[in-house]
C-alpha cells in the first residue's frame, strides 16, 4: 500500500451486552476519522472487535443457559451487523477468542515473565466484576466500586502480578516529553495526577473461574482480562506472525476510548509496552459519555439509545452526523431525541438540503440545467471561494485533532454563507437584464462549487447522502473517492447537467416538539396579546416607555436542542446582558459577533428552552415569508448603550 501508515482504533467492547449509543459513538467517530485520513491519502487500518473474556461474561452466559462461546458468538454477531448498518469501514474486526490474539496474550505474557517484570504474589482484595477491576480498599466509594457503584467482592488468590509500581517515573517522563500523547489536556492532568498518587503492582492473572486465556506456564490461572484486551491492538496488525505489517502499523496513531478507560490506556497498556520494549502508541483520546435527557443510561433506567432505531427512522447519515456534531468531542453529551431531530432538521434539510435544492433548481431554471462557466465577477462572488479555501483549511485542522464538531461547523460556514449568497445575489433579479446575466454564470458556477467542496469535506460523516448529492449535482462516483484534494476550488467542470431529484434530507415532523418552543419566537407577538387596531395612534410617551438601546454582540451561541434560537451576550454599556433570539435560522452565530444592534431594554425577563433572554433584540421580517429577516443594525457605530429614540 502506498501512503504513510495510519493505524487508528476502537476500545474492543465487552459482549455483555448489546451495543448501545456509546458504543456506537466511538466506532462512529474512529470511522469517519478513518474515512477522511484515506481521503487524505493515508493508508489506513482502522480497527474495532469485542472483548469476550472474563467472569462478568462467564456468568452471563451460564444465567442464559449458554456456554460462553455460543453466548459470545451471538453478541459479537450482533455489534458486527450493528456497525454493517452504520456504514462502520473497519479494516478488521477483532475478537479475543481469535486463536492468533490468544498466541499473541501468550507470548505477551511470557515476555513480560522473562523480562522480570512478572511475579507469584498473592491478592486479597476488593474486586469489581462489572469492571474487572481491583481496587485498594482505600479507593472504594461507600464500600462499592468507585468506578460504577456496585458491590465489590472480596478475594483472595495466588496470582502473577506486574511490576507496575516499577513504571511511574518512566511515564510520567515520557509524558511530559510527549503532550500530544493524553489527549485531551484535561485528561493529561488527570493521569498525571493519578501516577503521582503512586502506583501499586497489577494482578495480572486470576483462578477463581475459567473464561480466559490460560498463562502458560500456570495451569489453573488464566490471563487478567485488561491485559488480555489491551493486546488485542497488537495481535491485529500481525504481532504473532507477520513482523514486516506489525512494523509498518506499531505504534498505533491513537487509540480512541472513552474517558472511564483512559487510565487502562495510558497508564498501565504503556508500562506493559514499555516492558516489551516496544514504542507506546501516538495518542490516546478519551472522549466524552453520552447522558439521556440528563440521565446516565442504563438498562435499569431503561433508557437506552439503540442506535439501529435512529438509524432506522432518521437515517444512518442523520445519526453520524447528530453524534459528531452535537458536542465537542472531548466533553459529555446529552441526548434527546428532540435535540436530534431539531439538528437534523436545522443543519442537514434547512442549510445543506435546501442549497442543493435552490442550486439545482436554479441551474435548471436559468442554466438549462447545465452547470455554467463563470462570468463577471463582484466582490461579493470573489468571497465565496476566499470563504471555502478558509473553511476547508479550518476543517482539516480540525479533523485531525479529531475536533469533529469544529469540522463540521466550519463546513456549514460554507454552506451558510452560501445560502446568503443566493439572497444577496439574486439569480432571479440577474436574469433579468443583460448586465445581470454577465454575472449570472459566476453566481450559479459559485453555488454548485461550494455545494461540491461541501459534500466532499463532509462525505467521511455522510457515508449515503453526499454520494446523492454528488448524484444530484451531476458528478460521477463517490466524493469520498475523489480524495480529499477535491475539496480544493475549481475542481467542479462547467458544462456538467446537473440531475435535481428527490430533496436529499427530509425536514422530520417536530409538531410536538415545536409546541412546546413556540413561545421561544421573540420575533412573534405573544398569542394572548391582542394586536392592536391598525388605525390607533400613540402619543410620544407611549413610546418612551419602551427602552431602546444600541447593543453590541460580544458573543453568540446556537442554544442546544433548537434550530431557532441564538444565545447572545451583548454589552450595553453600563452592564452586559443574555439575549435569546429567534434567528438562528437566519443568522449564523459567527455572523452576528461584533454586530451593533438595537434592542429592549426593559422587557420583562423570559426563559426560553432554559435560557433567560434579558431582552428583545429588533429585527424586521416580512409577513409572506418567514424566511425573509433582517436584524437592524447602526448606520455607523456608536457607543454601546446609547439610547435610541
Ligand atoms: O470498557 N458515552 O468495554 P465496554 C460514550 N472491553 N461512550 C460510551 C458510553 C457512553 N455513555 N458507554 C460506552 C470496555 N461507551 C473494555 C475495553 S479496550 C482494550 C477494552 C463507549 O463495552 C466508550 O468508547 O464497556 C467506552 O470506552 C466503551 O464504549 C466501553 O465499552
Redesign the pocket.
Known amino acids: 500500500m502506498s501512503g504513510l501508515p495510519f493505524y487508528v482504533t ?5 459482549v ?2 448489546l451495543p ?4 456506537a ?2 466506532t462512529i467517530a474512529c470511522d469517519a476519522l478513518a474515512r477522511y485520513k484515506r481521503m487524505r491519502g493515508y493508508d489506513v487500518i482502522f480497527l474495532t472487535g469485542t ?1 469476550e473474556h472474563g467472569q462478568k461474561i462467564e456468568r452471563k452466559a451460564v444465567a442464559e443457559g449458554h456456554s460462553p462461546k455460543e453466548y459470545v458468538d451471538r453478541i459479537t454477531a450482533a455489534f458486527r451487523d450493528l456497525w454493517g448498518e452504520l456504514d462502520i469501514s473497519n479494516d478488521h474486526f477483532i475478537r479475543t477468542t481469535d486463536a492468533e490474539h490468544v498466541r499473541a496474550v501468550q507470548q505477551v505474557f511470557q515476555k513480560l515473565y522473562d523480562a522480570g517484570d512478572i511475579y507469584l504474589g498473592s491478592y486479597e482484595g476488593w474486586y469489581c466484576t462489572p469492571c474487572e477491576a481491583f481496587f485498594p480498599e482505600a479507593q472504594l466509594k461507600e464500600g462499592n466500586c468507585p468506578d460504577c457503584g456496585r458491590p465489590v467482592e472480596r478475594l483472595q488468590e495466588q496470582s502473577y502480578f506486574f511490576r507496575l509500581s516499577k513504571y511511574g517515573e518512566p511515564l510520567l517522563r515520557y509524558i511530559e516529553a510527549n503532550p500530544g500523547f493524553i489527549q485531551p489536556a484535561s485528561r493529561r492532568h488527570e493521569m498525571v495526577n493519578f501516577i503521582k498518587g503512586g502506583l501499586e503492582d497489577l494482578c495480572v492473572s486470576r483462578t477463581t473461574f475459567k473464561w480466559g486465556i490460560p498463562v502458560p506456564f500456570a495451569p489453573g490461572h488464566v490471563v487478567y482480562v ?1 491485559l488480555d ?2 493486546t ?2 497488537l495481535t491485529a496488525i500481525g504481532y504473532v506472525d507477520d513482523p514486516e505489517r506489525f512494523e509498518r502499523y506499531w505504534p498505533a496513531d491513537v487509540h ?6 483512559v487510565r ?2 495510558s497508564v498501565i497498556w504503556p508500562a506493559v509496552l514499555m516492558s516489551l520494549g516496544l514504542p507506546l502508541p501516538k495518542c490516546v483520546f478519551g ?5 439521556v435527557e440528563g440521565e ?2 442504563s438498562k435499569s433506567k431503561g433508557n437506552v439509545i439503540k442506535p439501529k432505531e435512529y438509524a432506522d427512522e432518521f437515517g444512518v447519515d442523520a445519526l453520524r452526523y447528530f453524534v459528531l456534531r452535537e458536542a465537542p468531542f472531548g466533553q459529555d453529551a446529552d441526548f434527546s431525541r428532540m435535540s436530534f431531530i431539531y439538528r437534523v432538521n436545522a443543519d442537514l434539510a434547512n442549510d445543506l438540503g435546501n442549497l442543493l435544492s435552490r442550486t439545482t433548481a436554479m441551474i435548471n431554471k436559468f442554466a438549462g440545467g447545465v452547470i455554467p462557466a463563470a462570468g463577471e465577477w463582484t466582490d461579493l462572488d470573489r468571497a465565496i471561494p476566499e470563504l471555502a479555501g478558509e473553511t476547508i483549511e479550518k476543517a482539516a485542522g480540525a479533523f485531525d485533532r479529531l475536533d469533529f464538531q469544529e469540522g463540521m461547523a466550519q463546513v456549514f460556514r460554507l454552506v451558510g454563507a452560501a445560502n446568503k449568497y443566493v439572497d444577496e445575489a439574486a439569480p432571479w433579479l440577474l436574469a433579468r437584464t443583460d448586465e445581470g446575466r454577465r454575472r449570472l454564470g459566476t453566481v450559479l458556477y459559485n453555488l454548485a462549487e461550494s455545494l461540491r467542496i461541501a459534500t466532499v469535506a463532509l462525505s467521511p460523516v455522510l457515508t449515503r447522502k453526499a454520494a446523492e448529492i454528488w448524484t444530484q449535482l451531476g458528478l460521477d462516483g463517490e466524493p469520498s473517492d475523489a480524495g480529499w484534494d477535491a475539496t480544493r476550488w475549481g475542481g467542479l467542470a462547467p458544462g456538467i447537467r446537473v440531475r435535481r431529484g428527490e430533496p436529499v434530507f427530509p425536514r422530520f415532523d417536530t409538531k410536538a416538539e415545536v409546541a412546546s418552543v413556540s413561545a421561544g419566537k421573540p420575533a412573534d407577538r405573544p398569542a394572548d396579546e391582542p394586536a392592536p387596531p391598525e388605525s390607533d395612534l400613540i402619543g410620544i410617551e407611549d413610546f418612551a416607555r419602551v427602552d431602546l438601546r444600541v447593543a453590541t454582540i460580544l458573543e453568540a451561541k446556537r442554544v442546544s436542542g433548537s434550530d431557532k434560537l441564538v444565545k447572545i451576550q451583548v454589552d450595553l454599556g453600563q452592564e452586559r446582558r443574555q439575549i435569546v433570539a429567534g434567528i438562528a435560522r437566519h443568522y449564523s452565530p459567527e455572523e452576528l459577533v461584533g454586530k451593533q444592534v438595537v434592542v429592549v431594554a426593559n422587557l420583562k425577563p423570559a426563559t426560553l428552552r432554559g435560557e433567560v433572554s434579558n431582552g428583545m433584540l429588533l429585527a424586521a421580517s416580512t409577513a409572506k415569508d418567514p424566511k425573509e429577516l433582517s436584524v437592524l443594525t447602526l448606520d455607523r457605530p456608536i457607543a454601546s448603550g446609547s439610547k435610541v429614540k
Open positions: 476502537t476500545p474492543i467492547y465487552y455483555n451486552d448501545h449509543l456509546g458504543h459513538y466511538t472483548d485488561w484486551a489491551l488485542n491492538y480512541v476510548v472513552g474517558k472511564e478507560i487502562f490506556h472522549h466524552g459519555w453520552w447522558t446516565k443510561m
